[in-house]
């Protein structure tokens, strides 16, 4: 009850739980008539950012920042994406990738909400850069996560050395539960969009629902299991294609 000051949320030096009724809005310099509520951060011990963008019509989301790379994933409303040759109009379930230093606007057509995924970008010696991808989650086919058909993984970006970051949704029938409890050197930013679960981070145990994000540092022990009568679905990035030792 918020009388009594409770929430939810809980951040600790290696895993983060927030919950909406603590989001903060605040302005960005170089956006429009558009506000962000930051999610993760370095602040927290993260090594990228992840935003809600809440954007007027005709507001305008500004690029990242020198060296930066951006994934957006529209969650409702309608932008028009210009990558400079052609506009694509981008409502629910659209996303694009942004190489660092691209050059694109985004625009509002009408009041609209995304998530952003900021980090800069770590160039792999022999590799042409990556490319800008504008696509529909709906046009990426998903598979069965370890054998097991009830747990079904879409990569949204290419597996492709190219790529320092891959972003995924992953969707559990009731009752599915990863696997095994997870450890690695990879951290995740998470957001719950549909559906819920019960998500163990070290050894906390959190009720999460949609609108519910997730920062997993490092090394952070993780499981999750889906509970209630949907399909529980969530959209995850992660840190991949990178030697550990020069990947901070």
């Known amino acids: 009850m918020k009388q009594f000051g409770h929430t939810r949320t809980k951040v600790t030096p290696n895993h983060a739980f927030i919950t909406p009724d603590t989001h903060v809005k605040a302005p960005i310099v170089g956006w429009d008539n558009a506000e962000a509520i930051t999610l993760i951060s370095p602040h927290m011990g993260a090594r990228f950012t992840m935003y809600i963008a ?48 691209a050059k694109y606007t985004i625009r509002a057509a009408s009041g609209s909400q995304m998530v952003l995924i900021e980090r800069p970008y770590l160039p792999l010696a022999g590799y042409d850069a990556p490319e800008m991808i504008i696509e ?59 559906g819920g679960g019960v998500y163990r981070l070290d050894d906390n145990w959190y009720p999460i629902q949609q609108g519910d994000v997730i920062w997993m540092g490092s090394y952070c022990p993780q499981w999750f299991g889906a509970l209630g009568k949907e399909d529980a679905i969530y959209l995850y990035y992660k840190d991949i294609n990178r030697d550990p030792l020069l990947g901070k």
């Open 54 to 101: 809440l954007i007027e019509e005709n507001g305008n989301v500004g690029p990242a920042g020198e060296g930066v790379e951006r994934f957006i994933f529209v969650l409702n409303g309608r932008l028009i994406f210009d990558d400079g040759n052609k506009e694509t109009a981008m409502a629910g379930g659209w996303y694009a990738y942004c190489p660092a230093d």
């Open 136 to 194: 529909h989650e709906n046009h990426k086919q998903s598979a069965a996560f370890l054998g097991d058909e009830d747990a079904q993984l879409k990569l949204l970006l290419p597996d492709d050395p190219r790529y320092d970051m891959g972003v995924n949704l992953f969707r559990f029938k009731p009752g599915t539960p990863l696997p095994f409890v997870e450890t690695h050197v990879m951290e995740h930013g998470l957001m719950m969009m549909q």
